[in-house]
């Protein structure tokens, strides 16, 4: 795997990890925002930011497989060919 595809599956593997953790616990991640401020929010993006690209950089690091974006999207193919069976 050249850098960029290692950049792009550890991209999309920390994408994921942050999704599931922001649909089961999202409390891990962010704060509540429903009374906060434009600052505050602004300051819980950039957190969220840094973590992603602190956690692509640390994925970077392990192995990866070789196929892990291949398998991201065929579950995207799959999706899609299960909306279009229920339509």
Same mark, same amino acid.
């Given at each position: ?7 792009? $599956?550890?991209?999309? =593997?920390?994408?994921?990890? %942050? #999704?599931? %953790?922001?649909?089961?616990? /999202?409390? =891990?991640?962010? $704060?509540?925002?429903?009374? $906060?401020?434009?600052? #505050? %929010? ?5 957190? =969220? ?5 602190? =956690? %692509? #950089?640390?994925?970077? &690091?392990? /192995?990866? /497989? ?11 193919? #799959?999706?899609? &060919? ?6």
């Amino acid at each position: 795997m050249d850098h960029s595809s290692t950049t792009l $599956a550890a991209a999309e =593997l920390a994408d994921h990890y %942050i #999704e599931l %953790i922001l649909s089961t616990q /999202p409390e =891990l991640l962010v $704060a509540d925002l429903s009374d $906060a401020d434009a600052e #505050e %929010i602004v300051h819980q993006a950039e957190r =969220l930011a840094l973590y992603r690209q602190t =956690l %692509i #950089e640390q994925l970077q &690091e392990q /192995p990866l /497989p070789n196929d892990f974006a291949a398998d991201m999207d065929d579950d995207e193919d #799959e999706e899609e &060919e299960d909306e279009e069976d229920e339509n």
